[in-house]
């Protein structure tokens, strides 16, 4: 690495200048203390980010790097939460290694998804990453040993060091240090020669094969790794949930993770950032400023609350239509912005 | 964006003015779904909770002091509504929640014992009604598990050929709401001599033809099947089995039965059961004077059906409770669950069944009222009884 250029060097780096990372390493402070002063509702909203952050990033390494479109990542979710959960109430095992073995079960299970994407492109492959779905709930209905059914199951919460993390300030600092290590490794994935393959791929499918690159083995890989990913964010959200069901992960959460990434910024890490973060708070503050004006109007309850749908749905139609390179299109240019004075 | 930050910058400004007015209000957190999977019946049921409270409000209010019910729509989204419980109860500093469907209710029911307070369903799932496990949650009516065993007496009743058992056959959805009673059902009707033949499983998340499921139960030669899920899915249910010309006698729950069963079902609606806890709207009952006169004076253009009359007996019992828990001077989560369950026969003038909760035993009735459609009318049948067994406590 030391022998390689300046110009080169700089352009690899993890933060492209002394400011960003110092930026960086400021909020990452900020966000380590807020456990200590925000309310539970504050934290509940915080964890919850961050479990989209994870599985925004997981279906942004497969959809916005790799070129691949995919609706299952809410059966990828699924798969990590029962799959940790049954770990963890079968064998005794501490919860909190639940979570990495979940996500490799996942990996291994998104890889088997995978395999259609040899044939198939585009569309086709999004349509058998929906029946992908639609097989994973049936059996989380169905195959009541395992997920308990419609009934559901209760989660056992993770442990470290004898302290149990059941309630939000705990599970933030959980949630939280994985995010940074997901969020390190994802950065590090597309400087290393795997990413740059994934991103070849994208771009022009013919000439990375051209090129050398084996074609359905990255995509595959790229599968693996999005899934485990997804897994992860699934037994996190089993955690924080406490009971799931097989009601827990419809396709809405699907639709919205791919939502989060279009409208973060599709094949950016900071995207999914964004994207996560915008589709979790937008829904809370309308919800706050519905019950609020309905507090003074109780007579406009109903309305107000279908009023606020329909300011979601043209929010995100008002972004894709002014900004389709989404938020982190807009962070470059506020960056720019800055910097150039 | 700017209308909704100063939106939330006056909502601000007022929660900081609140804890001044805390001693002149009750502070009440309400999760409804009005745009989610079961907003159809959620809408009118907020609606009646909402026009209760401002009866109650402008007729005296709990002692004087009026109740603030906080609305939040959260859409039928588990974690939504598990978000908007921690802002009741860090921010809002509520003593009590009327909470809607399974989801919400299952999800909170360990959390609410731990911050002990009240929470009131819309589901009418029996597992909620044994303190033991269950000992801040309650709902007002017959449970399923009742009403079904109450159908259950209706059959014994009914069938009249002696050579042979009746025939009984379930028809519910793939889901917690579906299951709820089908255990408690098969048991009673062994018990009294009634044959279950044949559980028929209909899609949890929609269906368009059940003609597979009635095919099915006709062969089982059913003479009585009872249709455990909401008006709409039942209607399908309903036309289908009038296609196939089957002679079984359909049966609906509370949440089946509703006014909107005849709009949807059209003559296939006509002579069918259902089981009613709380009474159609315009019922000629002591109670509903005051709601048709809220209706006159409020919502004329409106039609209300019985989920709107649903709404205003919860809120009219909880009510009750907060009154009952501050003249004890026990304005606190466990002051109205122990008001609440002093309740004995509480009479809402014959909306619903008399409510009386012990702590041991959260079933406010194990009443309910036959209802059949005739001429595209629900018209009253019979009342019948469940046996209010101990052992059938949250069965």
């Not at chain 1, 979940?102 to 299970?109: D, V, Y």
């Not at chain 2, 029911?109 to 731990?114: A, R």
Request: aromatic share 10%.
């Amino acid at each position: 690495m030391n022998t390689l250029p300046p110009q080169i060097r700089a352009d690899m780096a993890l933060f492209k200048s002394t400011a960003e990372r110092w930026a960086s390493i400021a909020f990452l402070a900020c966000l380590l203390t807020m456990p200590l002063y925000a309310s539970s509702y504050l934290l509940d909203v915080v964890n919850r980010i961050g479990i989209f952050v994870i599985a925004a990033l997981g279906l942004n390494i497969l959809t916005g790097f790799t070129g691949l479109i995919s609706l299952g990542n809410a059966a990828f979710m699924a798969i990590g939460a029962f799959g940790a959960t049954w770990l963890a109430t079968r064998t005794g095992l501490n919860f909190i290694f639940c979570i990495p073995l979940a996500g490799l079960i996942t990996a291994g299970l998104g890889m088997v998804v995978g395999i259609p994407s040899l044939r198939l492109r585009g569309l086709y492959l999004a349509m058998a990453t929906l029946a992908a779905h639609f097989i994973v709930e049936f059996l989380t209905v169905h195959w009541e040993s395992v997920t308990g059914g419609v009934s559901g199951r209760s989660v056992p919460p993770p442990s470290l060091a004898g302290i149990t993390l059941d309630d939000d300030r705990t599970l933030f600092y959980l949630i939280y240090t994985l995010v940074v290590l997901l969020l390190l490794f994802a950065s590090n994935l597309f400087r290393s020669r795997v990413g740059r393959a994934f991103i070849a791929i994208r771009d022009q499918e013919m000439s990375a094969s051209v090129m050398g690159i084996n074609v359905f083995r990255y995509k595959l890989t790229s599968f693996g790794i999005s899934s485990f990913y997804a897994g992860v964010a699934g037994a996190l959200m089993a955690c924080q949930a406490k009971i799931i069901s097989s009601e827990t992960f419809p396709i809405s959460i699907a639709i919205d993770s791919l939502a989060m990434i279009i409208i973060g910024g599709l094949g950016s890490i900071i995207g999914s950032i964004f994207g996560a973060v915008f589709l979790t708070v937008l829904p809370e503050l309308l919800r706050g400023a519905t019950t609020a004006l309905s507090g003074s109007f109780p007579a406009l309850t109903g309305k107000l609350a279908a009023l606020k749908d329909l300011i979601f749905g043209m929010l995100i139609i008002c972004f894709l239509i002014f900004e389709p390179h989404g938020l982190a299109a807009i962070w470059k240019r506020i960056k720019r912005m800055l910097a150039g004075g | 964006m700017k209308i909704s930050r100063i939106m939330l910058t006056l909502s601000l400004l007022l929660s900081l003015a609140l804890p001044a007015m805390a001693a002149e209000t009750i502070k009440v957190g309400g999760l409804f779904d009005l745009t989610g999977a079961t907003a159809e019946v959620g809408k009118p049921f907020l609606e009646g909770v909402r026009d209760a409270v401002t009866y109650i409000n402008e007729n005296g209010g709990v002692n004087g002091k009026k109740i603030d019910l906080i609305t939040v729509d959260y859409g039928y989204k588990t974690p939504e509504a598990v978000a908007a419980y921690k802002k009741f109860v860090e921010q809002d500093k509520v003593i009590l929640i009327e909470g809607w469907g399974s989801g919400d209710t299952e999800a909170l029911k360990d959390q609410v014992i731990k911050d002990k307070i009240p929470y009131f369903s819309a589901g009418f799932t029996a597992h909620m009604n044994n303190p033991a496990k269950t000992p801040y949650n309650f709902f007002v009516g017959a449970s399923y598990s009742d009403q079904v065993r109450a159908f259950l007496q209706f059959v014994k009743k009914d069938f009249t050929d002696k050579s042979r058992k009746p025939r009984v056959a379930f028809i519910y959805p793939n889901n917690g709401f579906g299951k709820s009673p089908i255990e408690a059902g098969k048991l009673y009707a062994k018990e009294i001599d009634v044959d279950i033949v044949d559980d028929q499983v209909t899609p949890a998340t929609g269906f368009q033809d059940a003609t597979t499921q009635l095919l099915n139960m006709q062969k089982q030669g059913a003479d009585y099947a009872f249709i455990q899920n909401t008006v709409s899915w039942a209607s399908i249910i309903l036309k289908d089995a009038k296609k196939l010309g089957l002679k079984t006698k359909f049966f609906l729950n509370n949440y089946g039965m509703t006014e909107q069963l005849p709009a949807l079902a059209k003559e296939a609606a006509e002579g069918v059961y259902g089981m009613v806890t709380t009474v159609p709207y315009g019922s000629s009952v002591s109670g509903m004077k005051k709601i048709v006169d809220w209706h006159k004076k409020h919502h004329p253009g409106d039609n209300h059906n019985i989920l709107y009359v649903r709404g205003w007996t919860y809120a009219l019992t909880w009510a009750e409770g907060l009154k009952i828990a501050d003249r004890n001077k026990q304005l606190n989560g466990e002051g109205v669950k122990k008001a609440m369950e002093s309740l004995r026969n509480f009479d809402l003038g014959g909306l619903v069944q008399p409510v009386t909760y012990t702590s041991d035993d959260h079933r406010s009735s194990t009443k309910s009222a036959i209802y059949m459609i005739k001429g595209g009318k629900l018209t009253k049948v019979e009342e019948f009884e469940a046996p209010r067994k101990k052992e059938w406590l949250g069965l």
